[in-house]
Each structure stands twice: as C-alpha cells, then as structure tokens.
C-alpha cells in the first residue's frame, strides 16, 4: 500500500500497487458545451423539399391542365399521377429521401381522388385552396397570440431553451416572417378561390404553378432571415458568453 495525496484537498489516501487514485471530482463538461447553431437555410430548404422539389410539384398540375381538354377526366388524372410517380422514380433514384420523393405522388393522388369523386376537373385543385386557407387562418391566430409561428419553429428546433419571446427584436423578425407566410397563404387562397368560383381549369393550373414555387421562394427568404437573426442574438451570443 502507497499513500497519495490529493492535491485539491490536501488529503491523503491509501492506493494499493496497480491501481490509479480515485479520480478528482470535477465540473462536467458536457454541461457547459455551447450549443451549435443550426443550418436553418438547409433546414428550411429540406423542409420545402429542396428547389427541385418545388418544382417537380408543378409538373404534374400542368400536365393534367393541358390533358383535361382533350381526353376524359379519369385519363387525365391519370396521366398526372403517371407523371408524379415517374418523378418519384427519379428523384430517388438520385438519392433522395423515399417519403420526400413519395410526397408529389400522395398528393397528386389525392387531389385526383376529389376530382374523381366530384366529376369536376376544377376540384382537382380543392384541397390545395382550402388548404392555403387553413394555413394563413394558423399563422394569423399565431400572430394575433403574440407566438409567432416562426419563431416557435426556431424554438423547437433549437432545443426550447431561448427567451426569444422576451427579445423585441427577435420576436419583430419572427413578426415579420410569419405574416409573410401569412400573405402568401391569404394570396394563394383569394386567387385560386376566384378562379374556382369563375370554371376556369387553365387558370387555376397557372395560378397553381405562379403562386407556388415562387411565392414559397419569398416566403422561404423571409424565414432563413428570420432564423439566421434569432440565431445570431441568442445563440451566437450565448455560445461566445460561454466561451469567455
């Protein structure tokens, strides 16, 4: 048996041969690692599918509009879910995720299934109208309760640790953010609705092709900017506070 001695405590200990010191107390680490900030950017674009993503939703909209006037609705309807499962083929076969790639099919399927139901080709673009309205009716109510969508999103994916409610301007770009959402669902929604109302199949899948990708383009800037201020002045300062 050896003595050893603690350095910390001033306090010896005995040690048999072979065998190290109890080791020292000490403060944990793990609980003081600073949080890495998120990609919100790719996080947003993953959200959305990706650019080409929200481009391949468009195609099989337009090959049913430009299909409905010279054959029969169901011909129609399946030609676009003909066209969306091929999309599907081929974005997986370039590695994307399946239920990304799946997601086109389900919801040209869908939107056939209604149009099916009905007889009608216009209500092939039902469920995207009222779906638009749904949204921009949440992200409103999310306004007026003073949590914006936005920023319970960056929240969450965040862990749920930042007062970003009680930063003004935090909370202002998630304001912002979130009625721009808001804007482009009320416009998705007045638009497509008035086209419905007035029978016109064509300018519905028009309406269906300029209100989608590039209105969710602007409303995806508007939330990367958002996500990127939040981080900067809640993360980013608590990461180098911890630091220091």
Known sequence: MTAAKDLDTGLTHETSPGLT???VPGPDRADEAPEQPVDMKQAVLDGLGGPSGMVYTTLPVVAFALAVPFMSLMAAIGAAIAIAAALAVFRMWRGEKLMSALGGVFGVAAAGGVSAMTGS???FFLIGIWASFAGGVITLLSLLVRRPLTGVIWNAVHGGAHPWRE?????LVH???TLAITAVFAGRFIVRQWLYVADSTAGLA???TVTGFPLTALAAVAVVWAFRRSTKRLVKTDTATAQD
Do not use: C, E, F, K
Not at 167 to 171: I, M, Q, S, V
């Open 175 to 177: 304001d912002l953010a």
């Open 206 to 208: 028009i309406a269906d």
């Open 21 to 23: 010191p109890p080791p």
């Open 167 to 171: 930063d003004r301007p935090t909370l």
């Open 121 to 123: 080709a216009n209500d």
